[in-house]
């Protein structure tokens, strides 16, 4: 399905050098931030008070999320858990405060708050699950890059591979960017979300790259730019759909989902727009440098398929 169909073809790769000097600064200076700022990590990397807390009747979660505020937490997790009447909070780690001194004065205030509020438990979350998750976490984004650079390389060529690969690191490096710079909580779901925009990157990236090959097959006459502009021209209708489309669901999470799921749609909406980017001025614009052509995509015909003028039946390729 099409909105519209462009009927020139748009030199992308024209400004190719320019717009990847571009992505190199905006690259650069995310791993700078990530490096000179860190990553401000949830109580699920650093360790913390978790507390479940029930009520009799419905419970005010920015009531709730005010009221631990005036303690001095200010990266507190409040969210339902179960029912309405339930609610889970995660508190960070302090020096000095036990987990159970922690527990009994925010618990002091929800009871003056609301008497209701009843403690079901309460227990801390030590720094080494933190640092068992953060290392799964590691693993499973190792294993996605693994992964897609197979499968690049198998599906298309090696170079499509490696062009690909850097596309994708280059959205989670600037994902990771934004959160280093603005000092946004990274927690289990923003992980989620790096890993999902992953596999969203790469499945943008093989559209553009299979519309390439299918070019490279149909227009003999372009070079090499010239057919990607092409294949890349071909698929923005597709582009506008899918990921508007998307981008229309992930907005309705950042903007009505609430605190629970503000920062995992904030790292989905920052992931989308750069992943349209890349696949298109990262990903096509490397393998273009890394001199991928035809004939990488295309085999040619045997010496002994070639047509022959006196055989009627020679060249015929099955």
Known sequence: MEFFKI??????MRHALVLNAV??????LAAFFLVTRGLHLSVEFTGGTL????????ADLEAIR????????TDV?????GTARDVLIRLPAVKGVSSSEQSAQVLGVLQAADAGATLRRSEFVGPQVGDELALDGLKALAFVVIGIVIYLAVRFEWKFGVAGIIANLHDVVIILGFFAFFQWEFSLPVLAAVLAVLGYSVNESVVIFDRIRESFRRQRKMDVKAT???AITSTISRTIITHGSTQLVVLSMLIFGGPTLHYFAMALTIGICFGIYSSVFVAASIAMWLGVKREDLVKAVPDKAKHDPKDPNSGAVV
């Open 51 to 58: 507390m479940e807390v029930s009520y009799t009747q419905t």
């Open 23 to 28: 992505s190199l600064v905006t690259f650069l």
């Open 66 to 73: 005010g009221g631990i505020a005036k303690l001095g937490y």
């Open 77 to 81: 997790q409040v969210q339902n858990f």
């Open 228 to 230: 990607i502009d092409h």
């Open 7 to 12: 009927r020139r073809d748009i030199p992308f």
